[in-house]
């Protein structure tokens, strides 16, 4: 069960190969800007085709060159929430939620909006549009439209990266508890070192398209396997380091 | 004779019946390949945009003589139309429809193409990954985010098609009470020193034209 990936893909002078695979948890794929963390959702999503490899999802499979299976996009169980949030500007709050619904009933659709409203405490701000509302908000609305479809997991891609630090920490106990709620992988790309080291249950480190090391974040940040992992573990400073203590959030 | 008499009131008519009908084909015919041009990729493009693009630089009459042609009695397409139901197009107000079709339609293209390409293409992508299909994607994300592109081809197109001579003229004729568009009106107007009737209707044509340019940029400064 969970998700497991076997990608190869080549673009432009840079070369993607990587295989993992994370059962229920939170996987965060961890390493600088232009390791090929974005691309491995954009692949996992079908929103690209990989060269080869394959993509399976709780014993279902997604993608694979060898079978020449390869599912649309439509059709891969995932809850997207891209960087810049992809709101749809011409629709308000609920509409967009309305739009991540997935083969419901009219009456199961209105049940489901109602609950993640709930859930995601956006109740009053149902008629509005994303331009007027928070950065938290938007932020909240994203989360909701990925999980009105009842993904088989959830595919993040920085979407912390544009907020202020306390919503920044509000978000990421929100999303640990969306988790727990809903029992999906959640795949999270960030380069922000405190976010993979409180969020993650898994890290994996990317560096130049590959895989340097994976684990959990105790073994990864304290055993680095080379100086180029050390280096990013290290990235954190002395300054964070206590901080991300206080904010601990298991 | 009055400036508006039943010859005038007919150019009128004719006109904006052409320019109506030719304007919902440019729509349909010119969203559609503008979202072909602006989101696919396939061999001829480059060259579909050129044969596109072209009426917009020609002369109309050359773009009128090649209507002829192909859609004349003896044309490559208007000759099988002929053999089958002896009927050709040439100098019928459908004529006129075709002619204003074809110069208007890069207008529509042109502005609904950039319109349409400046899609967010995440939005797209969210879509998709949300299982709605490309069309429903179209129906409901591209087209309602690029409308002010589109509705502003509508308008330059409804423009253009109305003010549509040269083409008219190779295609359609200058028939009085049957393809007579207003433009054409106009120069027989002019030639025959009908002065009085002829102010009026250029008088009308550029009040109109001008109401559309208006209409236009109004839908051009309006925010998202």
Not at chain 1, 84 to 92: I, S, Y
Not at chain 2, 139 to 156: C, H, Y
Not at chain 2, 167 to 186: E, S, V
């Amino acid at each position: 069960m969970g998700l497991s990936v076997n990608l190869l893909k080549k673009v432009r002078g840079f070369t993607l190969d990587v295989q993992w695979e994370v059962e229920d948890g939170m996987a965060v794929l961890f390493g600088f800007s232009g390791a090929g963390k974005s691309m491995t959702l954009q692949l996992i999503a079908g929103l690209m085709e990989p060269d080869s490899g394959s993509i399976h999802l709780n014993g279902n499979v997604l993608f694979d060159s060898a079978m020449k299976i390869d599912l649309p996009p439509q059709r891969r169980p995932f809850g997207y929430v891209f960087q810049d949030l992809a709101l749809f500007p011409h629709m308000t709050v609920k509409d967009n939620i309305l739009y991540g619904a997935r083969g419901l009933c009219r009456d199961e659709r209105k049940a489901g909006v109602k609950k993640i409203v709930g859930l995601f405490r956006l109740e009053g701000l149902e008629r509005s549009f994303p331009a007027e509302i928070s950065g938290g908000q938007k932020q909240r609305v994203a989360l909701a439209r990925a999980l009105m479809g009842n993904p088989g997991a959830l595919l993040l891609d920085e979407p912390f990266s544009a907020l202020d630090n306390p919503i920044r920490l509000e978000m990421r106990r929100l999303l640990k508890d969306v988790r727990r709620k809903f029992n999906i992988p959640v795949i999270l790309v960030t380069h922000d070192i405190i976010e993979a080291y409180t969020m993650a249950d898994k890290i994996i480190v990317y560096a130049g398209g590959r895989i340097r090391q994976a684990g959990p974040p105790h073994e990864v940040f304290g055993n680095p396997v080379g100086p180029d992992v050390e280096m990013l573990v290290n990235m954190a400073g002395t300054a964070s380091l206590p901080l991300c203590a206080d904010l601990h959030l298991n | 004779m009055s400036a508006i008499n039943d010859a005038t009131l007919f150019s009128l008519r004719l006109s904006l019946q052409v320019a109506t009908v030719a304007t919902v084909l440019v729509m349909l015919v010119g969203i559609s390949v503008a979202y072909i041009l602006a989101r696919k990729d396939f061999r001829g493009r480059v060259l579909l945009d050129i044969l596109i693009t072209l009426p917009l630089v020609l002369p109309p009459t050359v773009t009128g003589y090649y209507l002829v042609i192909l859609f004349g009695r003896n044309g490559f397409i208007g000759r099988f139309f002929y053999d089958l139901t002896g009927w050709s197009i040439m100098f019928t107000w459908y004529a006129a429809v075709l002619a204003s079709f074809v110069v208007a339609l890069p207008l529509m293209i042109k502005t609904a193409r950039a319109a349409i390409e400046s899609v967010d293409k995440n939005l797209i992508n969210a879509s998709y990954s949300l299982g709605h299909s490309e069309l429903e994607t179209v129906f409901k994300v591209i087209l309602p985010l690029s409308r002010k592109g589109i509705i502003a081809g509508v308008v330059l197109s409804f423009a253009r098609a109305l003010g549509e001579f040269g083409a008219t003229l190779m295609i359609a004729g200058n028939i009085p009470g049957r393809t007579d568009t207003m433009p054409l009106a106009i120069y027989t107007l002019a030639n025959s020193g009908e002065w009085s009737t002829a102010n009026f209707m250029v008088l009308f044509l550029t009040l109109i034209s001008g109401f559309f340019l208006y209409i236009t940029n109004r839908v051009g400064m309006r925010a998202v």
